[in-house]
T-cell receptor
Framework: AQSVAQPEDQVNVAEGNPLTVKCTYSVSGNPYLFWYVQYPNRGLQFLLKYITGDNLVKGSYGFEAEFNKSQTSFHLKKPSALVSDSALYFCAVRVRRYGNNRLAFGKGNQVVVIP | NAGVTQTPKFQVLKTGQSMTLQCAQDMNHEYMSWYRQDPGMGLRLIHYSVGAGITDQGEVPNGYNVSRSTTEDFPLRLLSAAPSQTSVYFC?????????????FGDGTRLSIL
């Protein structure tokens, strides 16, 4: 099945330390990959995407992600975490079904940045 | 600069009642979709639409209907509410239908079925 997996339920990191949120994918063909962030009582907000090209993708709020085809991974990173980065993070992949496109989301990772 | 607007924000229903969750976008996006979000399960696609007059089922369509009579509006109807439909519902839209553009999300409708 075409899907993404986010293996950790929660990621705890001290403020100022590097932040990594893991995502692996399973999809036939070339993947379209996305990261979204959700703050409490809000909808998801787009952070960045990988469609083609450079494996290192830069996005909003200082986040970046590295596409690794051999490891089928698309981990989200931030060099120095802020308390305001505490939120729920979702990885997603485009799925093609009967000629139509839709997104399959992972279950999400809660990130807690400790002051 | 409204983006995707969902109404209502909160709703409590009794088992067996029906209701419609409204979704409107002002960005002229072709693609619209409905998701439900449940703890530990991420977002699951209920129904989606690639343009006015065209809808299709997602992963969890049972108990829900949709229609797309205009580009702007994509309402979700619960036919006969069940406690298993207690969830947070999100509507989203994106330009084009190729899947390369990010989706824009509303702030959700929090629905409780008693």
């Amino acid at each position: 099945a075409q899907s993404v997996a986010q293996p950790e339920d929660q990621v705890n990191v001290a403020e100022g330390n590097p932040l990594t949120v893991k995502c692996t994918y399973s999809v036939s063909g070339n993947p379209y990959l996305f990261w979204y962030v959700q703050y409490p009582n809000r909808g998801l907000q787009f952070l960045l995407k990988y469609i083609t090209g450079d494996n290192l993708v830069k996005g909003s709020y200082g986040f970046e992600a590295e596409f690794n085809k051999s490891q089928t991974s698309f981990h989200l990173k931030k060099p120095s975490a802020l308390v305001s980065d505490s939120a729920l993070y979702f990885c997603a992949v485009r799925v093609r079904r009967y000629g139509n496109n839709r997104l399959a989301f992972g279950k999400g990772n809660q990130v807690v940045v400790i002051p | 600069n409204a983006g995707v607007t969902q109404t209502p924000k909160f709703q409590v229903l009794k088992t067996g009642q029906s209701m419609t969750l409204q979704c409107a976008q002002d960005m002229n996006h072709e693609y619209m979709s409905w998701y439900r979000q449940d703890p530990g399960m991420g977002l699951r696609l209920i129904h989606y639409s690639v343009g006015a007059g065209i809808t299709d089922q997602g992963e969890v369509p049972n108990g829900y209907n949709v229609s797309r009579s205009t580009t702007e509006d994509f309402p979700l109807r619960l036919l006969s509410a069940a406690p298993s439909q207690t969830s947070v519902y999100f509507c989203a839209s994106s330009p084009g239908t190729g899947g390369s553009q990010p989706q824009h999300f509303g702030d959700g409708t929090r629905l409780s079925i008693l």
